[in-house]
Structures are given as C-alpha cells and as structure tokens.
C-alpha cells in the first residue's frame, strides 16, 4: 500500500510539456526551461519519441514560454552560405594581357589613345559608340596601368569566384561600359574624354554590392549579407580613398561605373546557387 502511494506521489509530482521525435529537439526546449530557472527533464517515451517532463506548478509558465519559442522558431531565416566558384584566373590572365598589349601599342603610337578614349564628342556627334568599351584598355602611365591590375585585379577575382567566371567577366565589362557611355553622355556637350580601367573596377565593386542586396532582398533578412560583407566593405572603403579624389580623377566615371555593377549585380544574384 506504501509503494503505490509513493507511485501516485511521484507521477503527481511532473507533468509532460512536450514530445519530440529526436534528442536533440528535446534538450534544445529543455534548455528554454533552465533558462527559465524551471526544473525540466527528458525521457524516452518510446523509439524515436522524447517527452519533456517538469513540476506541475510550473507547466503553464513551460507551455507559454515553450509556445513563444516555436514562433521565434518558425519565424527563423537561417542565413545560407554563398557558394564559391573558381576564381577564373584563366580570364584574369586574357584581361591582364589584353591590358599590357594595349599600353604597349599606346607607347608606340601615341595616337591610339585619342583614336580609342572615351568622349562625349566622338560618341554622341561622330556615333563612335565603340569608345566607352575600348578606353577600359587605355592607360596614362605605367602607374595607372598597375593600379588598375592590381586593385581591378582583386575585385574583378572577387566577382568571378561570387556568380562565375563566365558570367561575372562579361557582367563586368559591360557594366564598365555602360558606366563610361553614361559618363559621356551626361557630360554632353561638353568636349569631355577618359581613358582607364578604374570605371570597370568600380563596376565589379557594384556587382559584389548588387549581389548582396540581392540576396538580402529575397531572404527579407540583412543576414544574407553576411557572406560578402568584408568584401563590400573594403570597396566602399577604396572607393573612398581612390575613387573621389585624385586630381586626375574620373568621378564620374567611377560613380557610373558602379551604379551600373549594382544594378548588374542585383539582376543576376538570382543565378546564385547556394
């Protein structure tokens, strides 16, 4: 008679709050109810099937607290890891070459540069509609060419590994182009030329940000950023230092240029896999 009045004792003295069909669901509600200074614990029902125990005064406060919780739960996004593709340094090296050949020819005849340099005039008044993508290959000095090739260089990997070599080099080179006939046109009818690589860094440096507001946009959480937030950064940052001063500097140009990346980059974020 003892025993069973112990019996009826104990199991009036805990109630089930909840069964889940794994371990691990069990003990992470088990660890809502700690928190909540409440005694809790875990038992296996059956095979596949966990039972949550705890103190009957306390199950209403359990129930409650364990209900807000699954609607924090079931509210989630879970921030999903860009892929990473190959950096496609095969193009890099047909983009580095192209750009050495050009200063090469530019060096020997002098007149490339007026011949092929993005300008207002020539675009708009003698419909050369081919200068804003050929003054991309166009350099002033030595300096200019390797600021571009290593800085260009960076960004332009950056994109490739980001939506693919295949997609991210000719996403860069027309956003570069758009961004430099933009340039132009805006700086009608003023007799305005530019030649240079940099609209085309900043371009890549739009698509990297388009991406990520893509991303952020469809998943309706900043989280999403997360993956290309250093690279962002750090281009917001070069974008500070190089783009917008400079005696010689193409503002501009490299305002365009980057407004047409982020518009590039937005509209393509979604051949992302992830």
């Not at 949550?52 to 996004?77: N, T, V």
């Not at 005696?247 to 407004?259: P, Q």
Request: net charge negative; with cysteine.
């Amino acid at each position: 008679m003892a025993m069973e009045e112990a019996q009826q004792e104990l199991e009036r003295k805990e109630v089930v709050v909840g069964i889940w069909p794994s371990l691990q669901a069990a003990c992470e509600r088990a660890l809502v109810i700690l928190a909540m200074r409440r005694s809790c614990w875990v038992e296996e029902e059956r095979p596949g099937s966990f039972a949550l125990h705890a103190e009957p005064e306390d199950e209403l406060a359990i129930r409650q607290e364990l209900e807000l919780y699954e609607d924090e739960e079931s509210q989630r996004i879970e921030p999903v890891e860009l892929p990473v593709f190959p950096p496609g340094f095969a193009w890099f090296s047909v983009w580095l070459a192209a750009l050495v050949s050009v200063f090469i020819w530019q060096l020997n005849d002098p007149a490339v540069t007026g011949r092929f340099s993005n300008s207002s005039l020539g675009m708009i008044d003698q419909h050369e509609w081919w200068r804003p993508f050929t003054a991309l290959f166009l350099h002033g000095g030595v300096g200019h060419l390797l600021g571009n090739l290593c800085i260009g260089g960076v960004f332009c990997v950056m994109v490739a590994q980001t939506l693919g070599a295949w997609r991210g080099w000719p996403l860069i080179l027309l956003a570069g182009t758009l961004g430099n006939a933009l340039n132009a046109w805006l700086r009608y009818p003023a007799a305005f030329q530019s030649i240079g690589a940099s609209t085309m860094t900043f371009a890549a440096l739009g698509v990297l940000v388009g991406v990520a507001a893509f991303r952020s946009w469809r998943g309706r959480s900043f989280l999403q950023l997360r993956p290309l937030m250093v690279p962002v950064m750090v281009g917001l940052i070069m974008l500070g230092w190089f783009g917008i001063s400079g005696e010689n500097t193409d503002i501009g140009g490299h305002f365009a240029g980057w407004s047409c990346g982020v518009i590039g980059g937005f509209a393509t974020g979604r051949w992302i896999r992830s």
